[in-house]
Each structure stands twice: as C-alpha cells, then as structure tokens.
C-alpha cells in the first residue's frame, strides 16, 4: 500500500483507540524504511495470521520494520497513544504471542542481515531470519548453533526464550551461545547487552527476551558440526509400552553427545512410536552407543546413518507442513520414566482423537541441562520434557482435540515435577510463568522492574516488574 494513502486505509484499522489522529498515522508510516500495514490492505489478512491458526486476532497496526531505526520509530508511536505492542520474528509462538487484538504489532521479519566471521567462529544476525536461513549460513562453513528442526521458526524468539535442540546436550540452549544483543527498550533506547554492557539485561534476555525489549540483533558464538550419526527407529504403536520401558533404563546413561526423542507420530493407517537420535561425536563411539538401542526389538525402519548436519536439520519435525492448522498443546517434566508414567501415556496414544494427536518426550542430559548457567534461562533439569499436542484442520474437529489434550495432561500432572520450558507454554496463566523460570523469577522482576518499569511489554509469558 503506498504511504501517502495510509490514512484511507486506517481510519477502521485503529478501532477503540480514536485518538490516534490519522495525519499521525500516516506521518507514522512516511517515518518508516519499512512499511506499515492495517486492515483493510490487501496484504492484512495474511500479515496477521501466526502459525496456529488457532489464534485469530486482529491487530491495528502491523509496521514492518526494515532497521533498528524503525523499531526505535515504532516503539515511541506505541507508547505515546497507549497501544498494546507484539513482537513477531518468525510467529511460532503457541500461545500467538507475535500478534496481539487491536493493537500494534512489530514484525522484524524482513531485517535478514546477517555478518559471519568463520575464523572467530561468530555471527551476528538481524532479528528477522528464521532458522533454515540461519542453518545455511552456518554450515556453508561447517558451524552451527543449537536450533530446534523447524526451519521457518525466527531465530530470536526461539533463542532468547532458550532455544533448545539436537546439539543441547553437547553444545548448551541456543542462549547459551549468544554473546552480544542490540536492544531497543521500552523507552525507545538502543542498547548494547554484553558481558561487559548492560550486564544485568544481557544476563536477563537470554532466556527471557521478549519482556525486555525488542532485540534487533544478536551475535552467537558458532560450534563446529559437520556431520551427525541420526535417523529413526520405527515401532508400531502396539510395542510403545516396551521401548519406553527400554527407554527409562537406556537413557540415563547415555553420553552428552547424544540427543534422544521419542514421539507417537502419524503413520499411513496407524500411528507409530518413533524414537529419534543425532549423534554430535565421532561415529564409532556413536555406533557403539546406539547398538542396544537399535538391537533391543527389531523397528519396522531404521534409518539410523551418518548425514550431513544441514540435511538432518531438512528431514522434518514431526509437526503438520505450513498450511492451515490449529493446534493445542501442554507441556512438562519428569524426572523418570516410571511404570505409571508409561501406563498414562499407552493409554492416551490409543485413545487419540487423530493421527495428528501425541505426545513427545526427549531426554535432557549432561552438564547444559542441569547445575546454574549465568543467563535467565530456568529449564535446566535433566529427565524428560513432553509436550502433548494435537492439530486439526476442521472446525468440528477442535473441541475433541482440545480436551483430549487437557484431560491426558491432567493425567500426567500429578507425576510431573512442574518444571516446565518457557516456549513450550501457551497462555496458561503466572503460575506456570514462575514454574518455568524456577529460582530465577525474583532477579528478573527486578530488572523488568528497571527497564520496563510499565510492563510495556507483555504480550509475551510476561514478568511482572518488582514492586
């Protein structure tokens, strides 16, 4: 839409917040490199939709920014006429935290610019790729960094709220590995976070970002990882209950170079239980360690072998392609994988409303997973995070989906230990909030309490400031 009709286009956009006169509004957008979009735009429709389609809100204003610049620009418009403000980099959130009703959004995905110094091995990215961008880059130079298998998940969602994945156990969360971050705080400054600026923010938006500020650029320090052992190991669902009695012994002694899921997945007339692994070592130590693993009851495919990183992070998620999906989730811990933990989880699988209906556990071993780590990240425990989920298409079909999640992870609370990761949470209210921060909770009000003393941001699993 061009600027300089802005206005025609917004005088519906900003709804209940009237006193945004429309020259300030279109001013706002002449301001912007970037683009400013409201409903009533061709491009709306789609510009508000987050991954779960589940989440069906309407903001005002949508500004696309193209640089630090405007976020500062955007930032200042929101607080001055009062505007409930997202931040969206890749829209993954379950809980549709990247859009927000009637209010304004800050979508940093179009700021991809990205410098990589392979020789330090470090890079800096703007806040707008997603991790498939991310991966290419990286292991064009046979580097990674912690992501999840997701390639179209934003990078900086997904890392300043932890950002676990295969290469956890080995290398850390994906916050672990930043070094450096651009912020623009809630009064509109840009500031550098550091181990030697800012330091209590540094320490504080790794692992709780979004309550902080809006990060437009972050710089990791980069891993070496070229290939990987992986692959999947195939069960019909009928022999769930003996792997994951297999499971609950293998597990704990397992090295740090392993990464195990295990996930009841769709399968062509069936479901399965499939049981995931990458390898982060050399192959031969791996092949020994994967041997009881593979050799325990024969799987109906095992596809276990030595891949390139980049394609082993291509080969999939276990979660619907985009498209139009709804979906529901919760999330937990436990410390082992008890007679009656398995129990619940056989007799949900088999109940399932769907094919598109699990549950998915990994193991989360190592020193990375447990002990204290200088960041704000508060899920480190070893044991098993799971996550029940469901996706469905139809409207019919939410309401089976919905509770079936509900009810089997009822069953599963009372073994649980309440732990829980931040980004695996939706809107589940402050309790589960201060479960997945644990004994961090305090310092981090504190610091909202400094650099977001009006909770300005809290369209996210929010922090309240310190009294």
Same mark, same amino acid.
């Given at each position: 839409m061009a600027k300089q009709t802005i206005a025609n286009r917004t005088k519906t956009a900003v709804g209940g917040a009237e006193r945004i006169d429309l020259r300030s509004i279109r001013n706002f957008a002449a301001s912007l490199s970037g683009d400013v979009i409201v409903p009533g735009d061709h491009r709306y429709s789609q510009a508000r939709r987050v991954w779960n389609h589940a989440v069906n809100v309407h903001p005002a204003?949508?500004?696309?920014?193209?640089?630090?610049?405007d976020v500062v620009r955007t930032v200042e418009f929101a607080r001055r006429y009062g505007l409930l403000t997202a931040l969206r980099s890749g829209g993954h959130s379950f809980a549709g935290h990247a859009v927000c009703e009637g209010g304004m959004v800050i979508d940093l995905s179009s700021m991809k610019r990205s410098w990589i110094d392979p020789l330090r091995k470090f890079i800096t990215i703007e806040t707008g790729v997603i991790a498939g961008e991310l991966d290419c880059l990286t292991q064009a130079f046979k580097l990674a960094i912690p992501l999840g298998s997701c390639p179209s998940v934003g990078v900086a969602g997904y890392s300043l709220g932890g950002g676990e994945g295969s290469l956890t156990p080995n290398f850390g969360y994906g916050c672990d590995s930043i070094t450096r971050l651009e912020v623009v705080t809630a009064d509109s400054r840009v500031q550098v976070a550091s181990a030697q600026e800012n330091t209590d923010l540094f320490w504080a938006m790794r692992g709780a970002g979004a309550?902080?500020?809006?990060?437009?650029?972050?710089e990791f320090q980069l891993h070496p990882v070229e290939t990987v052992l992986s692959?999947?190991?195939?069960?019909?669902?009928?022999?769930?209950?003996?792997?994951? $009695?297999?499971?609950a012994e293998y597990a704990p002694a397992i090295p740090n170079e392993l990464f195990l899921i295990a996930a009841v997945l769709p399968y062509p007339g069936d479901r399965m239980l499939d049981v995931a692994v990458v390898w982060s070592g050399k192959e031969k130590a791996g092949e020994r360690v994967l041997r009881p693993l593979r050799t325990f009851l024969k799987p109906f495919e095992d596809s276990i072998k030595v891949n390139p990183y980049l394609e082993e992070q291509r080969s999939g998620t276990g979660t619907p392609a985009e498209g139009d999906y709804s979906s529901h989730r919760k999330s937990g811990h436990f410390d082992q994988l008890t007679a009656d933990v398995i129990d619940v989880i056989a007799d949900y699988t088999h109940s399932a409303p769907s094919e598109a209906s699990g549950i998915s556990i990994i193991y989360w071993h190592g020193p990375w997973c447990s002990g204290s780590h200088d960041n704000a990240f508060g899920f480190r425990r070893t044991g098993f995070e799971y996550w029940i989920h469901t996706y469905w298409k139809k409207s019919g079909e939410r309401k089976r989906s919905w509770e079936w999640v509900e009810q089997f992870y009822a069953a599963m609370k009372p073994l649980s230990t309440g732990a829980v990761y931040v980004n695996g949470l939706e809107d589940e209210g402050d309790e589960r909030v201060v479960s997945s921060y644990g004994s961090k909770y305090a310092r981090l009000?504190?610091?909202? $309490?400094e650099y977001d003393p009006d909770n300005f941001f809290r369209v996210n699993q929010n922090i309240k400031p310190a009294p």
């Open positions: 204003i949508i500004a696309r920014c193209a640089n630090t610049q309550n902080f500020g809006v990060a437009t650029s972050i692959g999947h190991l195939k069960y019909p669902l009928r022999q769930a209950k003996r792997i994951l $009695r297999f499971l009000t504190g610091i909202k $309490r």
